[in-house]
């Protein structure tokens, strides 16, 4: 039907072939990587940075990169682009260098990135530190960019196509110097600049991939529990059905004969990989909507189907317990959601992200340095305190007593040991320094609203006051007008839950954090 329909499209109408068709597509990547280019080049757009990578492997073994920027606008404005995905070999050079090519062909500045947010994996360490080093963010960024030849495709009367994507490769800020020009450089930045000013290139540990060590910990403890015996049970019928097609299609037919109590047609259960804990809750939803099933072909049947065992109801309310269980954390909007807890209202990406854009705006705020100590202190001990919660939510929502729930009433103290180590482990440090000197913070409306999400004010928020106060002995705090600081608004614009998950992956959640 294609081929009928492209012989009778008019004449007017052209079909292009599968080059032609790759040459526009890269002509048109080009245009839109200038536009991202221009864009993030805008005054006051970019001013505060963050880059976040992963690597992956499909099942062809072909490995793959992608690079996402997050930053926040002089308006405090989150923006997230993903820069690229591209093929990339699995060492941290070859991580290092696809990183950097990416960051150069958008002339992203270095001074503007403050960290770097991956997984604890060997190759993404030695990644930060090559580019660190290759970022000297004490400098000018100065590099050679490789000459690109564009595509043009046949049939194209348009050559502002061509235009646009030569102008985009002409208008790389990286352009060649001699080592002693740019030691001239260096040495002017350094002494101009105080190394205050600039920040570091810091790597922060995924917040998601900390999230999967507990709920493996809690999940998959090394010593043989029943949480671990009973997974390992769903896991061997969930496999065996999986890869045999020919036990698959007896269990089908047999659950065909049982139409009244099983569906005539089940859903195929997912191949479980162990070091997932979101496919281990795929496997036990896909084994527990099937029980029934099942159950009826071991019974019926036992000598076909002597690769299966059947459940018995108490182990379908322990699957039940731990699908539950693991829902909580497959599910950010449930973790972060304040129907569950008073306090996690204030757990957002846009309060957690803006860890680092805020401690520029501050330190650049004409507030005095004492001033300026205070009101990061007291910053990094609320969100310290908040970004806590989430762990204490999880220990309540394993609490048998308020889950009402029977399998980890009977295993509940190997559970939250598990959970208390694991917690202990990944303490949040408050890095509140006793040593700071005490002030006190007298902040304008204005002042006030730069710590907001965005500068306009939302209906039914409280204005605060500007009334003096004295500070405590022997303390650092912040004076009596931004006691409702905890209430002022840090909503985010993210709204859909991929996004949601997407930023909290990529995005350094705080300094304090950095060392779990």
Known sequence: HLLQAVHQAPPTVKVLSYRQYQKQ????????????ADELNAPGELIAACITTDGWTSKSMVHYQSLTLHYVTAAFAYRSVVLGAFQCGLSGS???????????????????????????????????????SELDLNSTLVEEQDEQVLPEYEGSDDESDADVASDFEDSSDFTDSSAEESQAEDSVVEEAVEPTEIPQLEHVWCFCHR?????????YPKASTATSRLIERVRHVATKLRRSNSLWAAYVEACSRRVASADSNPVRP?????????????MLQSIHSQL??????????????????????????EILDLITLLRAFATPTTLFSAEHHPTLHLVRPALIDLHY????????????????????????????????????????????????????????????????RMVVSHKLVNLEDESKPNATITLSEQQLRMLRWGSKSHPGE???????????????????????YGQLNFDSPISTPLEFWSSAHCFPILRSCARI
Do not use: C
Not at 211 to 219: A, E, G, M, N
């Open 25 to 36: 597509a890269n002509i048109e990547a080009l245009r839109l990587r200038k536009k991202m």
């Open 94 to 132: 070859d991580f290092a260098q696809g990183a950097l090519e990416q960051l150069r062909s958008f002339r992203i500045s270095p001074k503007a990135l403050y960290g770097l947010t991956t997984d604890g994996a060997s190759n993404m360490m030695k990644m930060t530190r090559e580019i660190a």
């Open 211 to 219: 999230l999967h060590l507990i709920v493996t910990s809690v999940v």
């Open 270 to 282: 997912k191949l479980d990989m162990r070091v997932r804990w979101s496919s281990t809750l795929d």
């Open 292 to 317: 029934a099933g099942i159950n009826f072909v071991v019974e019926t049947d036992a000598s076909k189907f002597t690769q299966l065992r059947s459940f018995s109801w108490r182990e379908s309310d």
């Open 357 to 420: 854009v805020l401690e520029t705006q501050i330190l650049t705020t004409d507030l005095g340095k004492q001033a300026q100590q205070a009101l990061m202190a007291e910053f990094e001990r609320r969100l310290t305190s908040v970004v806590d919660d989430p762990l204490l939510l999880v220990a309540q929502y394993l609490d048998p007593k308020q889950r009402g729930t029977t399998f980890f009433s009977h295993h509940w103290k190997e559970v939250q040991h598990s959970l208390q």
């Open 462 to 484: 409280p204005t605060p006051t500007l009334s003096p106060a004295k500070p405590s002995k022997g303390e650092t705090r912040l004076s009596e007008e931004i006691k409702g």
